[in-house]
């Protein structure tokens, strides 16, 4: 018997505070026309102190996922959970999930790989349900990035890029020949893990005495790192390569594709790469308008909201492409 996994279910959930460009420009010397023009982005969200982490967002999205999906609690029999920004150092949010979710003592992964992590936690619950080892897979990206942020002019370029929220999906085994994700395929490139990052904490960058010690707060290690335009001239290529790659992979067609949903990065290079591709505004889904870049949360996001509007059918072509910090990236094709 062949194997092969579909999406069951999705869901998203985002915190209710809004953050807009003007409220970001009474913290910092920046502005709404600064912000649009390079970055397309018109506000975000932010968690209340208190209300949310990334697990419960998480939690919250995945609840929605799981209810769509038909699969029961009962029979979700793996979780994996990417993020950046986990509740603790450790232990990572998957197993708080089988906690918070009431879930069997099933296994729970953490993938660690930024904006592509959603794209590489698929892969791998796609490697899992074709092997035959596990049915219902619960895959979740789920982000806070408000609280980690630099909102003084000093960390502008990039705590203006940036949101909190969550999104998630089942994989569900299927046998239904050439339905279902048809491919994954992930990079990396490490020469570059240090144009995008947050060093501390980190066991490599400090003994934790000498935090206790002198813990500045105007040590920008603390603080995430963005080399904007090296990271920009990258992405904008690994995009396109690792979209060409599925397609070929599959003998598929740039005009094959339905729906592009690119991880969130900036609108700047989803509209590049929709130029690239010759895709219309129809077949590529943006909302980093209203949410910022979520990181691992973006594509399962983005997904869940092309999906609630009709725009994701039944037998369409549907691509997820990433790129971030790692240098990581990676992408899915799905015949939906
Ligand atoms: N508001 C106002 N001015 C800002 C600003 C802000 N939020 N952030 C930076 N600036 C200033 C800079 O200080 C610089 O000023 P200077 O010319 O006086 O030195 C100027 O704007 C240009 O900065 P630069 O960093 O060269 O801008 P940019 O055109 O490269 O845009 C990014 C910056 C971050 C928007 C852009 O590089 C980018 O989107 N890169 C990709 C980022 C990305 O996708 N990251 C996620 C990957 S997963």
Redesign the pocket.
């Known amino acids: 018997m062949k194997y092969h996994s579909k999406i069951s279910g999705l869901g998203y959930y985002v915190p209710d505070n809004i953050v807009t460009n003007d409220d970001l420009s009474k913290k910092?010397?920046?502005?709404d026309e600064?912000?649009q023009e390079?970055?397309g982005i018109q506000e975000r969200r932010h968690i209340i102190r208190g209300e949310d982490t990334t697990t419960s967002m998480g939690v919250k999205a995945a609840k929605i996922a799981i209810e769509r999906s038909g699969v029961s609690k009962e029979d979700i029999d793996f979780v994996i959970f990417a993020t950046l920004s986990p509740d603790y150092y450790f232990p990572g949010p998957g197993v708080l999930v089988q906690r918070d979710l009431g879930l069997k003592t099933v296994g729970a992964l953490d993938v660690r790989n930024?904006?592509s992590g959603f794209v590489y936690a698929v892969s791998v619950a796609d490697q899992f349900i074709k092997t035959g080892m596990y049915k219902n897979i619960l895959v979740i990206g789920s982000e806070v990035h408000s609280t980690g942020l630099d909102m003084t002019t000093r960390g502008?370029?990039?705590s203006?890029?940036f949101g909190d929220g969550a999104g998630a999906a089942v994989l569900s085994r299927t046998e239904e020949e050439g339905k279902g994700i048809l491919s994954t395929h992930l990079h990396s490139e490490g020469q570059h893990a240090e144009e995008?990052a947050l060093q501390a904490p980190g066991m490599g960058k400090r003994w934790v005495t000498d935090i206790i010690a002198d813990n500045d707060p105007n040590d920008e290690s603390y603080y995430p790192y963005?080399n904007?335009?090296f990271?920009?001239k990258n992405?904008v290529v690994r995009f396109s390569e690792v979209i060409n790659e599925g397609l070929e992979t599959n003998n598929l067609q740039v005009s094959d594709i339905n729906m592009l949903i690119p991880?969130q990065?900036?609108l700047?290079?989803s509209q590049f790469i929709q130029q690239k591709f010759k895709l219309t505004d129809d077949q590529v889904y943006n909302n980093i308008q209203k949410y910022g870049?979520t990181?691992a949360a973006s594509i399962p996001i983005a997904l869940t909201e092309a999906w609630e509007k009709g725009k994701i059918k039944e037998g369409d072509l549907v691509v997820l492409a990433a790129?971030?910090?790692g240098f990581t990236w990676g992408s899915v094709i799905i015949r939906w």
Do not use: E
């Open positions: 910092m010397d920046t502005n600064w912000i390079r970055t930024q904006c502008r370029g990039v203006v890029i995008l963005m904007g335009q990271v920009f992405a991880h990065a900036n700047r290079i870049n990181t790129f971030g910090s």
